[in-house]
């Protein structure tokens, strides 16, 4: 099983581009996650989605918008990106309530 | 406003020594987890603390849950070069909210 696979990896943006991150997962989980990690600061969360069809704000959600596109997809969004977006995301998926989130790589974006 | 708050934030002990990891949050909450990150890489979970009083065990890692005093410990026993890495608390946001409100984690350097 591959998990949680998020695209791409790397990317460097200029001021004002936008582009979308890709997040799917294959353990037929419910609640799928996007957050942020920057130096220092753990992660925080930038939108959930607790079943298809569904999607909440987190904690930082400004200047993201978000698609769960199906049971598998998440996609998050960044519509006019800004050098403070800069920053490690990470896509997680869980079953339920009560077990632990299983986290996907990271996508390291930079936006300069 | 959930915090979860770890000490220390960065630890360094010799190979051999026992060392503790404490998380303290600020709300009722029953269900706290503990991550693993390794330099450049995702997070790994470590435990799922559901209960009061619950407490798991792996290999030279163990943790306990205290719901009444809002404490978590990670006790670390006769610490390898291997552990060394950042360790991370986390606990369900709760009041209807999914997902987790994470410290700023504990950057572990275990010295041979």
């Known amino acids: 099983n591959a998990g949680v696979t998020q695209t791409p990896k790397f990317q460097v943006l200029k001021t004002g581009q936008s582009m979308t991150l890709q997040c799917a997962q294959d353990?037929?989980?419910?609640?799928m996650y996007w957050y942020r990690q920057d130096p220092g600061m753990g992660l925080r969360l930038i939108y959930y989605?607790?079943?298809?069809?569904?999607?909440d704000k987190g904690e930082v959600p400004n200047g993201y918008n978000v698609s769960r596109l199906n049971k598998r997809e998440f996609s998050l969004r960044l519509e006019s990106a800004a050098p403070s977006q800069t920053s490690v995301y990470f896509c997680?998926?869980?079953?339920?309530?009560?077990?632990?989130?299983?986290f996907g790589q990271g996508t390291r974006l930079t936006v300069v | 406003e959930l915090k979860v708050e770890q000490n220390p934030l960065f630890l360094s002990m010799q190979e051999g020594k026992n060392y503790t990891i404490y998380c303290n949050y600020s709300?009722?909450?029953?269900?706290l987890y503990w991550y693993r990150q390794d330099p450049g890489k995702s997070l790994e979970s470590l435990f799922v603390?559901?209960?009061?009083?619950a407490v798991k065990q792996e290999g030279r890692l163990m943790a306990s849950l205290d719901t009444k005093a809002r404490l978590s410990t990670l006790h670390i026993t006769a610490a390898v070069h291997d552990l060394s890495a950042t360790y991370f608390c986390?606990?369900?946001?709760?009041?209807?909210?999914?997902?987790?409100?994470f410290g700023k984690g504990t950057h572990l350097i275990i010295q041979p």
């Open positions: 997680a998926s869980k079953r339920v309530l009560n077990t632990e989130a299983f």
């Open positions: 353990m037929n989980h419910n609640s």
């Open positions: 989605s607790a079943s298809e069809g569904t999607t």
């Open positions: 709300t009722t909450s029953d269900r």
């Open positions: 603390l559901l209960s009061n009083g």
């Open positions: 986390a606990v369900d946001m709760g009041g209807g909210a999914d997902g987790l409100t």
